[in-house]
C-alpha cells in the first residue's frame, strides 16, 4: 500500500480484484485504506486460504499476487499452484534478526537464568530461530524448560518443540489479541486454582 500510493498511481491501480488475508488484523490495516477483504479463513494459519479459495469456487485459472515475507513458508502459492492458480509472488518485507545484545538493552538470558520472565511470547517460527540463535539451542532449551511459553499457534509450537521448547499457552485462534486473552486466562486460572488450595 505505500508503496502504491507513494507512487503517481492510487488505489484504482488495484483493479477489481478479490481480496483474501489470513487473519482479520491484516484486513483491519486494509480496511484503513478503505478496502473491504472478500475472504478470510476461519484458521488464520499459511495452509487455510488456498482451502477457503477452493470452497468458495474454482481456484484453476485464478491470477493470484501473493505478497508475503522473505523467509515465509512456501506452502500457500504451493497449494494454489497445484490447484491450478496462476500466482506471482513478491516479497512485502523482510524479517532480520539481531546479532546478540546491544547496550543498553535488557540482558535476557540473566532475567530468564534469574526467573524474573514470567512468560515469554513467540508470534512466529522465524521469532523462535531468532531467540535460540541468540542464546544457542541448549541454554534457550534449558531457560525455556522453567519459564512459561506462549505461541500464537500451532506453526510457532512446533518449530519451538524442534529446539526442545515446550508450549504452554496456544490460544484457539492464532492472533496477537487471541494470544494476549489466552496468557490472561492461563494466569487468572491459576490465581483461582491458588485460592481453591
Same mark, same amino acid.
Given at each position: ?40 479463513p476461519h484458521e488464520f494459519r499459511a495452509e487455510t486460504p488456498a482451502r477457503a479459495l477452493s470452497d468458495s469456487g474454482k481456484v484453476a485459472g485464478l491470477k493470484i499476487f501473493l505478497p508475503h515475507a522473505d523467509i515465509g513458508r512456501e506452502v500457500l502459492a504451493d497449494d494454489l499452484r497445484k ?6 509472488? @513478491? ?96 494466569? @487468572? ?9
Amino acid at each position: 500500500m505505500d508503496r502504491l500510493l507513494k507512487s503517481a498511481r492510487d488505489l484504482r491501480a488495484r483493479g477489481g480484484g478479490k481480496l483474501c488475508t489470513i487473519g482479520p488484523s491484516t484486513a483491519d490495516h486494509l480496511a484503513r485504506h478503505g478496502l473491504k477483504v472478500d475472504l478470510i479463513p476461519h484458521e488464520f494459519r499459511a495452509e487455510t486460504p488456498a482451502r477457503a479459495l477452493s470452497d468458495s469456487g474454482k481456484v484453476a485459472g485464478l491470477k493470484i499476487f501473493l505478497p508475503h515475507a522473505d523467509i515465509g513458508r512456501e506452502v500457500l502459492a504451493d497449494d494454489l499452484r497445484k490447484k491450478g492458480a496462476d500466482v506471482t509472488e @513478491a516479497i512485502a518485507y523482510r524479517t532480520v534478526s539481531t546479532e546478540g545484545e546491544r547496550e543498553g538493552e535488557p540482558d535476557i538470558y540473566r532475567m530468564l537464568l534469574e526467573r524474573r520472565i514470567d512468560v515469554v511470547t513467540f508470534t512466529s517460527a522465524s521469532a523462535v530461530r531468532s531467540f535460540v540463535k541468540l542464546l544457542g539451542a541448549e541454554p534457550a532449551a534449558d531457560l525455556l524448560g522453567k519459564t512459561v511459553v506462549a505461541s500464537i499457534g500451532p506453526v510457532t509450537a512446533e518449530a519451538a518443540a524442534q529446539y526442545n521448547v515446550t508450549t504452554t499457552i496456544m490460544p484457539s485462534q492464532f492472533t496477537i489479541p487471541a494470544l494476549v486473552d489466552a496468557i490472561v486466562e492461563y494466569y @487468572a486460572t491459576l490465581a483461582r486454582q491458588e485460592v481453591q488450595s
